[in-house]
Nanobody
Framework: QVQLVESGGGLVQAGGSLRLSCAAS????????YGWFRQAPGKEREFVAGISFSGANTKYLDSVKGRFTISRDNAKNTVYLQMNSLKPEDTAAYYC????????????????????WGQGTQVTVSS
């Protein structure tokens, strides 16, 4: 089992920044690739960013490229999502998820690939 707890959400004005954190406990943190997803009211949950087991590879939703950065600190068992230049359309509940990695470069992007999920943290961007 892997337990994931997100934090760092909140209310921010358009153009502002937030950093989300996902603290993991349980099974070996470094054996997993991690992803951030988001879900706005009335919409499906979507992939936002992912990072490989090694941390060397990342993937992003096109609309957040250049604004969001995913990173991981294996010593702290924590994954981060730095969000800059936030837009009202980024408003959503953000979820951290863990996906057992078959190799060091693997990054999952589909919901069904992920084994464990956090409870989510709300991000609201005002215009």
């Amino acid at each position: 089992q892997v337990q994931l707890v997100e934090s760092g959400g909140g209310l921010v004005q358009a153009g502002g920044s937030l950093r989300l954190s996902c603290a993991a406990s349980g099974r070996t943190f470094s054996s997993y690739a991690y992803g951030w997803f988001r879900q706005a009211p009335g919409k499906e949950r979507e992939f936002v960013a992912g990072i490989s087991f090694s941390g060397a590879n990342t993937k992003y939703l096109d609309s957040v490229k250049g604004r969001f950065t995913i990173s991981r600190d294996n010593a702290k068992n924590t994954v981060y999502l730095q969000m800059n230049s936030l837009k009202p359309e980024d408003t959503a509940a953000y979820y951290c998820a863990a996906d057992y990695a078959p190799d060091i470069n693997y990054i999952g992007t589909r919901l069904e690939e992920f084994d464990y999920w956090g409870q989510g943290t709300q991000v609201t961007v005002s215009s």
